[in-house]
């Protein structure tokens, strides 16, 4: 069946540094591609979203983009913040009734 | 707009109790839905609904039970607790299933059953 493979955790970085957050993908069709972040003691918030192909999706400095090819879903962002520290997860859907998590990876920015 | 949310933050439950999480919407949402999550292994799907009267079990069902009684509120029962229950529950809800639709997650719910 359809699953998610993201790097392992958790990943420790200090300010400014530049983050890629590793997402790979086994689907039998055409997924959506989803990083979700969850900050401590909160539920999961979309981060951003790409619905097909060379989309790219981007929100808050993130980016990520769906490569078909690759079947990746690699997270960045080119200066991360305190802030930023959380827990990532990429995540596919088709058009089933059912979202696949990848197992998570924590960040941690250090100041 | 107060979203998905889901009662009790914390529980402590003993082994062979049972209780109800419950989860509400205000965003009409047709489809519904609750993980679990564990250490290392992401959120699995335990239970989901495309709308009021219908359920289906998703990846791990076994000792839940759901009911979908409104648009709004899909509870999720425990029938006997189990120490392999302790977890931390997510009740989320979404437009429409699959495809492209954002899901929307509750704040969770952290089980403990000793």
């Known amino acids: 069946g359809d699953s998610v493979t993201q790097m392992e955790g958790p990943v420790t970085l200090s300010e400014e540094a530049f983050l890629t957050i590793n997402c790979t993908y086994t689907?039998?069709?055409?997924?959506?591609l989803f990083w979700y972040v969850q900050y401590p003691g909160e539920g999961l918030q979309l981060l951003l979203k790409?619905?097909?192909?060379?989309d790219k999706g981007s929100n808050k400095g993130f980016e990520a983009t769906y490569r078909k090819e690759t079947t990746s879903f690699h997270l960045e962002k080119g200066s991360v913040q305190v802030s930023d520290s959380a827990v990532y997860f990429c995540?596919?859907?088709?058009?089933?009734?059912?979202?696949?998590f990848g197992a998570g990876t924590r960040l941690t920015v250090k100041p | 707009n107060a979203g998905v949310t889901q009662t009790p933050k914390f529980q402590v439950l003993k082994t062979g109790q049972s209780m109800t999480l419950q989860c509400a919407q205000d965003?009409?949402?047709?489809?519904m839905s609750w993980y679990r999550q564990d250490p290392g292994m992401g959120l699995r799907l335990i239970h989901y609904?495309?709308?009021?009267?219908?359920?289906d079990q998703g990846e791990v069902p076994n000792g839940y039970n759901v009911s979908r009684s409104t648009t709004e509120d899909f509870p999720l029962r425990l029938l006997s607790a189990a120490p392999s229950q302790t977890s931390v529950y997510f009740c989320?809800?979404?437009?429409?299933?699959?495809?492209?639709?954002?899901?929307?997650f509750g704040e969770g719910s952290w089980l403990t059953v000793v």
């Open positions: 609904s495309v709308g009021a009267g219908i359920t």
């Open positions: 995540a596919l859907s088709d058009n089933n009734n059912d979202m696949r």
């Open positions: 790409a619905t097909k192909a060379d």
């Open positions: 989320a809800s979404s437009y429409a299933a699959g495809g492209g639709n954002t899901i929307y």
């Open positions: 965003m009409n949402h047709e489809y």
């Open positions: 689907a039998t069709g055409y997924p959506s």
